[in-house]
Nanobody, 126 residues
Framework: QVQLVESGGGLVQAGGSLTFSCAAS????????MGWFRQAPGKEREFVAAISWSGGSTVYADSVKGRFIISRDNAKSTVYLQMNSLKVEDTAVYYC???????????????????WGQGTQVTVSS
């Protein structure tokens, strides 16, 4: 089992920046691809960004490409999401997720992931 704990959410003005972190505990010796998802009120959970277990591959949703950066520090069992040029439409609960994998791949699907964090709220004001 792996436990994921997100931190770094909050209230920010449009155009501002925030950085999330997601710390993993438990069976962190295995290889995990990581992802970030978000869910806005009244909407389905959607993919935001993902990173391979090595950190060598990343992928982003079109809506955040060029503004968000996903990274990881395997020595700290932590993945980060740096969010820049935030927009009101980025307001959502953000979740990190982990997938056990032997491959250096990235994964975009909700059903791909084995473990989920509890979520952290981001509110972007105009």
């Amino acid at each position: 089992q792996v436990q994921l704990v997100e931190s770094g959410g909050g209230l920010v003005q449009a155009g501002g920046s925030l950085t999330f972190s997601c710390a993993a505990s438990g069976r962190t010796g295995s290889r995990y691809a990581m992802g970030w998802f978000r869910q806005a009120p009244g909407k389905e959970r959607e993919f935001v960004a993902a990173i391979s277990w090595s950190g060598g591959s990343t992928v982003y949703a079109d809506s955040v490409k060029g503004r968000f950066i996903i990274s990881r520090d395997n020595a700290k069992s932590t993945v980060y999401l740096q969010m820049n040029s935030l927009k009101v439409e980025d307001t959502a609960v953000y979740y990190c997720a982990a997938k056990t994998t032997y491959y250096s791949s990235v994964y975009r699907g909700i059903s791909d992931y084995d473990y989920w964090g509890q979520g952290t709220q981001v509110t972007v004001s105009s």
